[in-house]
């Protein structure tokens, strides 16, 4: 069963910030919150991982709620590139496997 | 980061053949990750891959279907065997990166049973 819960699909303008919302009501203390994304005919790629704090690199910025119930993705300046699956999945040790969720869809016209 | 190059990139096979799907690694890892994605679907983990020991399966998944081999730290396979048109999805590896919990996948296979 899917552990994460996040909207089917979003729609976002280029050079629009966008912010991607996904519920993980049974994450535990120890589970790290993980992003990645996967663009058509590809593999997922990372994008950002994080514990408790807020966390910012070069892709995109993650906002975790205080309860870490919910996370949020932000993508600070969407591009046409963008456009793929988003996918929140966590887990509670390295080198275990991740578990996927449906993910979201995100379209960015120009 | 680490790479993984897996092949073939795609294939199209009779049915009741086998294909075998290779993941390389360019650094070592403990374990490897096999999943299974269904046109337009999300992905499905199929088996953890220990280096050394039977891989582990998900619950719908056996080894008689799906035999892996991790032969040494940077590499695996996956057959899929007896192959029906229900076997038409990309497959896909995976292992986690060395120093950061972040995972690295290959492009993926697609595969179509006729």
């Known amino acids: 069963d899917a552990k994460t819960t996040q909207p089917n699909s979003m729609e976002s303008n280029e050079e629009e910030p966008v912010h991607l919302p996904c519920n993980h009501s049974t994450i535990s203390g120890t589970d790290y919150i993980h992003w990645y994304r996967q663009l058509p005919s590809q593999g997922p790629e990372y994008v950002i991982h994080g514990l408790t704090s807020n966390v910012n690199n070069r892709m995109a910025s993650l906002a975790i709620a205080e309860d870490r119930k919910s996370s949020t993705l932000i993508l600070h300046r969407a591009t046409l590139r963008d456009a793929a699956v988003y996918y929140c999945?966590?887990?509670?040790?390295?080198?275990?496997?991740?578990?996927f969720g449906k993910g979201t869809t995100l379209s960015v016209s120009s | 980061s680490a790479v993984i190059s897996q092949k073939p990139s795609r294939d199209i096979c009779q049915r009741g053949t086998s294909l075998t799907i290779q993941c390389q690694v360019d650094?070592?890892?403990?374990?490897m990750f096999w999943y299974r994605q269904q046109p337009g679907q999300s992905l499905t983990l199929i088996a953890t891959?220990?280096?050394?020991?039977?891989?582990?399966?998900e619950s719908g998944f056996v080894i008689d279907k799906f035999p892996i081999s991790r032969p040494n730290l940077t590499f695996s396979t996956l057959t899929v065997s007896n192959m029906s048109p229900e076997d038409s999805s990309i497959y896909l590896c995976?292992?986690?990166?060395?120093?950061?919990?972040?995972?690295?996948f290959g492009s993926g296979t697609r595969l179509t049973v006729v």
């Open positions: 995976s292992a986690p990166v060395q120093g950061n919990y972040g995972y690295t």
């Open positions: 999945t966590f887990h509670n040790q390295a080198g275990t496997a991740l578990i």
């Open positions: 891959a220990n280096q050394g020991s039977e891989a582990t399966y």
């Open positions: 650094s070592q890892v403990t374990m």
